[in-house]
């Protein structure tokens, strides 16, 4: 609209504009914002993606959807909002992960630019690398509350959203979250993984029944429990998804293992309590609170600390509640937890809040687990409005040319002493020349045992560490193929270790994705101690090893990126404190640290 009055913008932008087609990743906090800033201005060929449904909770900032879209596809919804502002604009919507095969280098080379409005760092990291291939500029952008950034990413001149290791996302040790929490976090961690053992994506790495090879209680392990009545409910040594289902999920059968037998059990693994506080087991039959019900009553059920006694009786509910809603899906299928999703977020602040008694922890409100369990940094409209504003005035500069007027900008929660709310960058940040991404000859090392490691272990470190979908690997020079993305042709191989299949240390290994258009060289590095695996890049530090990568479920707003500011994962801050010189102005210096985005808990195994 704003492009075609004459003398608003120049020619040269008004031509540009005219002639642009752009993507916009996300149609979130930021991503109405962009979409709704796009067509005011008058770009005429948008394509949005966005894979979500629209939910109540989107409406205070999501200004592009009211109430009857609750329910409806995001990017649909966006659509026919904007086009009520500007009629003439071709917008293409799709309701769809970005992640899709659909989405090849192909369809990203027919855009000028894309502009990322995203919440985890799988789909940045996806994106980024999509752009790297298609070489087409990407804007990058993200808040945490009233912090935010964007950020042009173009290949071969500025850094790439992987150029620099992420800050590692918290994590717990596996052992204090089974054996001996003692913070309110630990038990909401615990809480989750029980609902995904009971009702959702089982994980191995998520056991939520006591360890007996926690290192601190070597020795004892529990050896009396294990032939003593108190194991009777032990069951670990089938899933627990079983056990529950041969109760039928009744709440007292699963009360009465979880929060009786299995601390009975870790009670008897005596030296994890020699210079601890103890847990002390619970029966459903002597609930505290239960006599004072009337008392507890008042106030806002969500802000109130709910006795023990209520919280076994939303423990109840929302164990049927979950279990019906698992049983209407098709075989096999699971649910996944959401904090906006009633039963499952009462069943984590129930169970959270029984462990945290019976380990002298103090209880939280369901209103604050959310906000822990969530992950949650309040989204503010304004700044994804703020942030939305800069990455269109950003896409136009780069419409023009103006590539070197496209320096990173990053809000500022608080003016600074200089009296900016907006500081940004003085110059574009060169690549990292040996980004693991983006450098002409990608290279990382994999430090693994060799040993023990096996080619499904291989498989999961490509996809959860260098974030590929679908990875091929070969010997370099050999060609010998050792895994390939075709299903079946390599599952034969699944179990043996890469010492097996004769992969020896030093061993390079060539590894691409398709989809992605990305090949990197990979490394192997023998580690007698190592227990699973690891990235090393030539860079500098050690990159993420497994898990550490799990995403954002429930990281609330459009985390930013990269930049300068913030506190995640999720927790904490992992924003950038970004250095001012004496002009007030931030320094170039090398590349900066991304933040990462708040996502969820993380477990390590001791
Ligand atoms: N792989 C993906 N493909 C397409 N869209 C994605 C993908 N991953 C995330 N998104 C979308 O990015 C948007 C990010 O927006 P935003 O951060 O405001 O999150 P939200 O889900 O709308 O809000 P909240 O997390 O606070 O409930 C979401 O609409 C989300 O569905
Ligand atoms: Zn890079």
Same mark, same amino acid.
């Given at each position: 609209m704003v492009a075609r009055v004459a003398g608003v913008f120049d020619e040269k932008l008004t031509e540009a504009i005219a002639n642009s087609k752009i993507l916009v990743v996300g149609a979130g906090g930021i991503g109405c914002e962009i979409l709704k800033n796009l067509v005011l201005t008058g770009f005429p060929q948008i394509e949005i993606i966005d894979l979500d449904t629209i939910d109540v909770s989107n409406l205070n900032r999501q200004f592009l959807f009211h109430k009857e879209h609750v329910g409806k596809s995001k990017a649909q919804v966006a659509k026919d909002s904007a086009l009520s502002f500007n009629p003439n604009v071709n917008i293409v919507a799709h309701h %769809?992960?970005?992640?899709?095969? %659909?989405?090849?280098v192909s369809y990203f080379k027919q855009f000028n630019i894309v502009l990322n409005a995203l919440d985890n760092r799988v789909a940045r990291n996806h994106v980024n690398r999509m752009c790297l291939a298609a070489n087409v500029p990407l804007i990058e952008t993200g808040t945490a509350g009233y912090a935010g950034q964007v950020e042009l990413i173009k290949k071969g001149v500025t850094q790439c959203y992987e150029c620099q290791p992420k800050a590692p996302q918290k994590s717990f040790p596996g052992c204090t979250i089974r054996n001996t929490p003692s913070e309110p976090i630990h038990c909401i961690v615990w809480a989750k993984h029980l609902f995904n053992q009971l009702f959702g994506e089982e994980d191995p790495d998520q056991d939520v029944s006591p360890d007996t090879a926690d290192p601190e209680a070597a020795g004892d392990a529990g050896s009396t429990a294990l032939t003593s009545e108190t194991s009777s409910g032990n069951v670990e040594r089938k899933s627990t998804r079983a056990w529950a289902a041969e109760t039928n999920y009744d709440p007292e059968k699963l009360f009465a293992k979880l929060f009786g037998d299995d601390i009975r059990y870790l009670l008897s693994m005596e030296n994890l309590w020699k210079k601890r506080r103890p847990p002390t087991p619970l029966s459903w039959d002597s609930l505290p609170g239960k006599d004072n019900i009337e008392i507890q009553h008042s106030g806002l059920p969500d802000q109130r600390v709910w006795s023990v006694y209520e919280c076994a009786q939303v423990f109840a509910a929302s164990c049927k509640a979950l279990q019906t809603d698992l049983k209407s899906r098709p075989e096999g299928d699971h649910l996944v937890w959401d904090k906006d999703e009633k039963s499952a977020m009462d069943f984590v602040t129930a169970c959270a809040n029984i462990r945290s008694h019976i380990f002298n922890i103090p209880l939280k409100s369901r209103f604050e687990i959310k906000s822990m369990a969530g992950n949650i940094i309040p989204a503010i409209a304004t700044a994804n409005a703020i942030v939305a504003g800069l990455a269109v005035l950003r896409a136009q500069a780069l419409l023009k040319g103006e590539i070197e007027a496209c320096t990173s900008v990053y809000l500022r929660p608080k003016v600074n002493h200089r009296g900016q709310l907006f500081v940004p960058e003085k110059t574009l940040t060169p690549p990292n020349p040996k980004c693991y991404v983006c450098s002409p000859k990608p290279e990382v090392a994999l430090a693994c045992n060799l040993k023990h490691l096996t080619l499904k272990d291989l498989n999961t470190a490509f996809k959860e560490?260098?974030?590929?979908?679908a990875p091929d690997a070969t010997v370099e020079g050999k060609g010998l193929v050792v895994l390939s993305s075709e299903p079946g042709e390599t599952d034969h191989n699944n179990e043996k270790t890469l010492e097996e299949i004769g992969l020896n240390d030093g061993c390079a290994l060539l590894v691409d994705d398709f989809l992605q258009n990305y090949e990197v060289r990979v490394r192997l590095q023998q580690e007698d101690e190592e227990k699973t695996w690891r990235l090393v890049t030539d860079a500098d530090s050690p990159m993420l090893g497994p /898990? !550490?990568? /799990?995403?954002?479920?429930?990281?609330?707003?459009s985390e930013p990126k990269p930049g300068p500011s913030r506190s995640k !994962?999720?927790?904490?801050? %992992?924003?950038e404190i970004i250095e001012e010189d004496d002009d007030g102005?931030? /320094?170039? /210096?090398?590349p900066k640290r991304r933040r990462t985005e708040m996502t969820d808990e993380v477990v390590e195994l001791c």
């Open positions: %769809d992960s970005v992640i899709s095969n %659909d989405y090849g560490g260098l974030n590929m979908q /898990k !550490e990568e /799990k995403t954002a479920n429930g990281s609330s707003g !994962e999720d927790s904490d801050s %992992d924003m102005e931030p /320094k170039p /210096k090398p």
